[in-house]
Nanobody, 122 residues
Framework: QVQLVESGGGLVQAGGSLRLSCAASGRTFSGYTMGWFRQAPGKEREFVAARGWTGGTLYADSVKGRFTISRDDAKNTVYLQMNSLKPEDTAVYYC????????????????WGQGTQVAVSS
């Protein structure tokens, strides 16, 4: 049974930083892309960042230069370092996994975590 468990969310002031973690278990993730998505109240879930097995990355334009995705495959863990946070980054952040290269399409990801709340105050 595949499980993705996010942690690291919280409340931070604008301009601050947070690091989210996602621990994966239940199978080997060799060949899998790991991604982060977010969903703000009243909005659809949107792509944030993804990192493929071979190191390729994708970022949403809204987070480029501020967020960095990384992964430690020995620990089956993916991270999202979030710097220069803005109030509009407030959302529930979800970790997801899918076999193949990095993609932005939410519907293509097979496995999802339960999410962790990030709130950025102005």
């Amino acid at each position: 049974q595949v499980q993705l468990v996010e942690s690291g969310g919280g409340l931070v002031q604008a301009g601050g930083s947070l690091r989210l973690s996602c621990a994966a278990s239940g199978r080997t993730f060799s060949g899998y892309t790991m991604g982060w998505f977010r969903q703000a109240p009243g909005k659809e879930r949107e792509f944030v960042a993804a990192r493929g097995w071979t190191g390729g990355t994708l970022y949403a334009d809204s987070v480029k230069g501020r967020f960095t995705i990384s992964r430690d495959d020995a620990k089956n863990t993916v991270y999202l370092q979030m710097n220069s946070l803005k109030p509009e980054d407030t959302a529930v952040y979800y970790c997801a996994a899918d076999y193949g290269p990095p993609i932005v399409d939410t519907r293509r990801y097979a496995y999802w975590g339960q999410g962790t709340q990030v709130a950025v105050s102005s």
